[in-house]
């Protein structure tokens, strides 16, 4: 079965840090760039980040708003992607999923079921 | 940055047919995809590159895109279609999400 799943989510104090994984199965996890989509509670998708395959020499790019505080790895070994959150704030708190850049669709056609992140003190 | 606009929810009747669009400057000349998502689910993908479904999404739901407006529509409306969508373009790297449509069959 093609998927992905989430896992690290958590509540952190504000200006903690937490580590998210996502684990592919199913298809080939090397030659897919993977991004990260944020959602606040009843609010829209963002867009945080994505990482590009070895080919492309592993290039990341971030949303502005967390960039130089979330890093963005990948593991092909493991078929497995990281977001590393640092600095959080409490606008961090949001669902968190990983998901595939599928081609020829050019789309985000995999998705995994997401993982809570809640920064508060 | 690039911006998309959409209505923040659209009715329909059961059975009936469904308009949901997505307004950008000149979207025409990208390649727009929708989402959607149930409540307490992740997003799926229902249409990609304007016009093309993925394996298993049902033939009733189509994608249009031309000047400043991107449409999916949804024939025979069900009660299984409530949901929000979402449309989304790259603007080079970064993806760009409309604000999403909560669709309500009535």
């Known amino acids: 079965e093609v998927q992905l799943v989430e896992s690290g989510g958590g509540l952190v104090q504000p200006g903690g840090s937490l580590k998210l994984s996502c684990a592919a199965s199913?298809?080939?996890?090397?030659?897919?760039?993977v991004h990260w989509v944020r959602q606040a509670s009843g609010k829209g998708l963002e867009w945080v980040g994505r990482i590009k395959i070895k080919a492309d020499k592993y290039a990341t790019e971030y949303a502005a708003s967390v960039k130089g505080r979330f890093t963005i790895s990948r593991d092909d070994s493991k078929n497995t992607a990281y977001l590393q959150l640092n600095s959080l704030r409490t606008e961090d708190t949001a669902m968190y999923y990983c998901?595939?850049?599928?081609?020829?669709?050019?789309?985000?056609?995999?998705w995994g079921q997401g993982t809570m992140v809640t920064v508060s003190s | 940055s690039y911006e998309l606009t959409q209505a923040l929810s659209v009715s329909v009747a059961l059975g009936q047919t469904a308009t949901i669009t997505c307004e950008g400057n000149n979207i025409g000349s990208k390649s727009v995809h929708w989402y959607q998502q149930k409540p307490g689910q992740a997003p799926v993908l229902v249409i990609y590159r304007d016009t093309n479904r993925p394996s298993g999404i049902p033939e009733r739901i189509s994608g249009s895109n031309s000047g400043s407006t991107a449409t999916l529509t949804i024939s025979r409306a069900q009660v299984g279609d409530e949901a929000e969508f979402y449309c989304q373009v790259w603007d080079g790297s970064p993806a760009v999400f409309g604000g999403g449509t909560k669709l309500t069959v009535l």
């Open positions: 199913g298809f080939s996890f090397s030659g897919s760039a």
């Open positions: 998901t595939r850049l599928g081609a020829p669709a050019d789309a985000l056609d995999i």
